[in-house]
């Protein structure tokens, strides 16, 4: 005891102890985030809300795009502005790649207050997403949601049931010391989740080993980012792939498109694709493969469908009126758009009195393949068919939705 008691009151001891405190408290005021890897999910979130602040100052939109990558990557806000110009109106999109719901209102909460006149949020969606809602924080969501106000993201993962423990169900009630354990191994999992979200050292601890091992591209990014090639743009980001799934032409259903695109196929990449292009459209079929085709009432969508009520409400709360757009899918997966997964959307959305516009089927009935990069996301070609045809119903339909 002597010797614990030496150890603890020796000044050495709290040498290190001091040293991880202050490279705490600098990560918590943001010291890290200029470095993070390029393209990570915290450095994507943290990069566009940062760049829709930035560009607030010249473009302060009257229209909002939320939603995922669909978003992200299938709308042109260039295409969408040129002409909105014919009705005095302006458009940004705050769509994230990979984003749950609770991080879109995340980033929404995030940028709502440096703008001063939107009227109107778009909220692309996919038919399949109340089917496949996560019960458990994955660490992407994890990632982005950490990025914002953190003791606002743990509350929120309360608020929608992120905290749901499974208990085991066979518990031998005469062994105390073996249920004790299944509890605590079940509820360790969350406090692990709250740890990653509150300490810095923990959310960045990967990606900051991958950044002392090989720092070179880190600081070539953020010198070309921040100085050489800052965006100007008013989007973060616009779509500019042209690889296209009917490159693989003719794939006949999702088997085939595994077996076309798969690691194991050694035909040569048609010239138009690339290696990445053939993986992406893999994982994308083959994710295809495994996503469920029921079409009724979940858990899941009682998960989704309250946590799109809460992300509307805090929406309405600001004045602004939001529409759900049905982004547009592949012909290989039709089974998985039907039109009892429709209904069931038209149905939980006239319940929440918001409107749906269907553009589901825009490339149904073309060349399906040219418009995809691969399974889920549109090319270039695809996002200016997609914002064109969105382009026709904001025309046709913002007098009545935007009201000044």
């Not at 709290?14 to 991880?20: A, G, I, S, W």
């Not at 990445?276 to 029921?294: I, P, Q, Y």
Request: charged share 25%; with cysteine.
């Amino acid at each position: 005891m002597n010797d614990f008691h030496k150890f603890y009151k020796d000044k050495r001891f709290y040498v290190p102890v001091l040293v991880l405190i202050i490279f705490e408290i600098l990560l918590q005021l943001g010291f890290y985030k200029p470095f993070l890897k390029k393209n990570s999910y915290a450095a994507n979130v943290n990069r566009i809300a940062n760049h829709v602040i930035k560009m607030s100052k010249v473009h302060d939109p009257d229209i909002l795009v939320l939603g995922t990558s669909v978003a992200y990557q299938g709308l042109s806000v260039t295409m969408l502005n040129d002409k909105l110009k014919t009705k005095g109106l302006k458009l940004q999109s705050i769509a994230v790649p990979g984003s749950e719901l609770i991080t879109q209102q995340q980033v929404f909460e995030e940028v709502i207050p440096h703008f001063k006149k939107p009227k109107l949020l778009l909220h692309v969606v996919e038919v399949t997403m109340p089917w496949v809602a996560q019960e458990n924080l994955m660490l992407p969501t994890l990632a982005m949601i950490a990025e914002f106000d953190r003791v606002d993201a743990i509350r929120k993962i309360y608020q929608q049931d992120y905290d749901l423990i499974e208990y085991p169900t066979s518990m031998n009630i005469y062994n105390f010391k073996d249920n004790w354990k299944k509890f605590m191994d079940s509820f360790s999992l969350k406090v692990e989740d709250i740890s990653y979200i509150l300490i810095r050292s923990i959310a960045y601890r990967r990606d900051m080993r991958e950044f002392i091992i090989s720092p070179g591209p880190r600081f070539r990014y953020m010198f070309k980012h921040y100085y050489t090639e800052p965006n100007l743009d008013i989007p973060d980001y616009e779509n500019e792939y042209t690889e296209k799934i009917s490159s693989y032409f003719p794939i006949q259903d999702l088997d085939d498109c595994k077996v076309k695109t798969g690691p194991a196929n050694t035909d040569p990449i048609p010239p138009d694709s690339s290696p990445e292009h053939k993986k992406a459209l893999f994982d994308t079929c083959s994710l295809a493969l495994v996503t469920t085709v029921e079409a009724n009432e979940t858990y899941r969508t009682q998960l989704y469908f309250k946590r799109l009520k809460l992300l509307y409400d805090e929406i309405q709360k600001h004045g602004i009126k939001t529409v759900v757009v049905m982004a547009p899918y592949s012909s290989l997966l039709s089974h998985l758009g039907g039109k009892e997964r429709l209904a069931f959307w038209a149905k939980k959305l006239e319940e929440m009195n918001i409107p749906l516009v269907n553009l589901q089927f825009i490339t149904h009935g073309k060349n399906n393949g040219d418009y995809y990069y691969d399974l889920i996301h549109l090319n270039k070609h695809g996002k200016e068919l997609f914002s064109n045809e969105l382009n026709n119903v904001l025309l046709e339909n913002v007098d009545t939705w935007v009201k000044k």
